[in-house]
């Protein structure tokens, strides 16, 4: 072999070795870079469990809270019913005159077998009441608002649209209402032997 052909077997052997050693670094770097990754994953995860795990005698007692005070209805049309009773009787003890009540139904999703979607499912029902008011007094107002947005009572402010109307401290509103809820269930029916 001339000297020249050992000079460029040389360079093409420096050149596969460095592309293949390069190759087989960054394949290596990559791996130790997705361990480390997975190890930080897995060290945060586990603290989240060790918090979840401190913490359980917490969510025992809010578990027992909820069982004890979230109400149950048999339906929609009850809840919604009792709903509107309950905004209609505070109104009335702060002396406001409801425009307009219109119960919203929730649009379900529902899946190619007829029932809704699992996804669309949540841990409570709920009934919803769009109530409208209308040149009510501020300080009325708010008071209602708050005496209905109870923890005990489920109750929540979904959307609202104040607007004054100009006279007197005076406001015109529309309030979505809403009431979390669980249905019971319906008993089941048994044969008997």
């Excluded at 190619?112 to 699992?118: N, R, V, Y």
């Excluded at 709920?126 to 109870?150: D, M, N, P």
Aim: hydrophobic share 40%; glycine share 8%.
């Amino acid at each position: 072999m001339k000297k020249s052909e050992k000079i460029l077997l040389g360079v093409f052997a420096f050149l596969f070795l460095a592309i293949v050693g390069g190759g087989g670094l960054m394949y290596a770097f990559n791996n130790y870079m997705a361990i480390r990754e997975e190890n930080d994953t897995l060290r945060d995860r586990l603290g989240e469990m060790n918090l979840a795990i401190s913490q359980g005698a917490d969510w025992a007692d809010k578990y027992g809270w909820l069982e004890e005070h979230c109400p149950n209805f048999a339906s929609r049309q009850e809840a919604s019913a009792k709903l509107l009773e309950a905004v209609s009787a505070e109104a009335e003890k702060l002396s406001l005159t409801i425009g307009g009540k219109e119960f919203i139904e929730e649009a379900r999703v529902l899946g190619p077998d007829g029932l809704p979607l699992e996804e669309n499912l949540g841990y409570f029902d709920k009934a919803t009441v769009k109530i409208t008011l209308a040149s009510v007094q501020e300080r009325a107002f708010f008071t209602w608002l708050h005496a209905l947005q109870q923890p005990n009572s489920f109750i929540g402010i979904t959307r609202m649209q104040i607007n004054p109307s100009g006279t007197n401290k005076t406001i015109n509103a529309e309030v979505e209402f809403t009431q979390f809820y669980r249905e019971k269930s319906t008993p089941k029916v048994s044969k008997a032997h």
